[in-house]
């Protein structure tokens, strides 16, 4: 073989520009594929992340109410009315809100709580959604230094009161009460706001009757009480509403 020869067969060894231009282009489109894969399941890990903050959130918030809002207690005598057990849920749109930075529904009962360090059995619980979207628990226990106690919900009253965050990012918190309007009747009659010390219903519309089909003046407990938590991920992208029907008595 002469010296041309050798030469161009070393010449055709090689790779031409068309086809390394082709090879780019394959690996391009293999490596965007796996790209797109990669960040789709990306995607959705942090979707499914996001989901479960909500959820957990909103999990042990309602398990808390499900745990103590049934065990509310109303005791009332009616020729002391200030030292009433009470049950009293503000509207937001309402006069009778109690905390100072409140933005939404407040619900506060008297009711038993597990390891309570105080020497009266009953403490005050109120929930109520503070202007930075945290859901807060108040609490206030008693030491047994003031006889009988006044369940007020706005103040330390000889006692000892937090008011704890149990959930973050809640957008909305309300409450609605439902009530039987008739003997009889079954509670689907619903109130966007409650105070036991109080006649709201007052026969008109309607007036509230307990088992006995007695009507309740002041208007006692409601028959359940249904509570909407809205919650929004931390980045704002995501939003959950959850609602639970709370039977009282």
């Known amino acids: 073989m002469s010296r041309t020869g050798k030469n161009l067969k070393a010449c055709r060894a090689g790779l031409t520009l068309v086809e390394i231009l082709v090879v780019s282009v394959i690996f391009s489109i293999v490596v965007l594929s796996l790209f797109t894969v990669f960040r789709g399941a990306l995607d959705s890990w942090r ?3 996001t989901l479960l903050d909500i959820y957990q959130n909103a999990r042990f918030a309602l398990e808390l109410m499900r745990k103590e809002i049934p ?4 005791y009332q005598k009616s020729d002391n009315t200030g030292y009433w057990t009470k049950f009293q ?7 009778y809100i109690i905390k100072s930075g409140s933005v939404a529904d407040e619900l506060f009962l008297v009711a038993p709580v597990e390891d309570n360090p105080g020497m009266q059995d ?3 619980i109120g929930y109520w959604l503070r202007d930075d979207n945290c859901l807060m628990r108040h609490f206030e226990y008693f030491n047994g230094s003031t006889v009988p106690v006044v369940y007020d919900f706005s103040n330390n009253s000889s006692g000892t009161f937090s008011d704890d965050i149990i959930a973050r990012n809640v957008t909305d918190l309300q409450f609605t009460y439902y009530y039987k309007s008739a003997v009889g009747g079954l509670p ?7 105070n036991s010390g109080l006649d709201l219903l007052d026969g008109s519309p309607s007036q509230n009757y307990d088992d006995g089909n007695n009507a309740k003046v002041p208007d006692g407990l409601p028959n359940a009480v249904a509570v909407s938590i809205t919650i929004q991920s931390r980045d704002g992208s995501q939003k959950r509403t959850f609602t639970d029907f709370i039977r009282v008595q």
């Open 89 to 95: 849920g503000n509207d937001k749109g309402g006069t």
């Open 122 to 124: 009953l403490c005050e």
């Open 47 to 49: 979707k499914s992340e």
């Open 188 to 194: 689907a009659t619903t109130a966007s706001e409650w």
């Open 71 to 74: 065990s509310a207690v109303l």
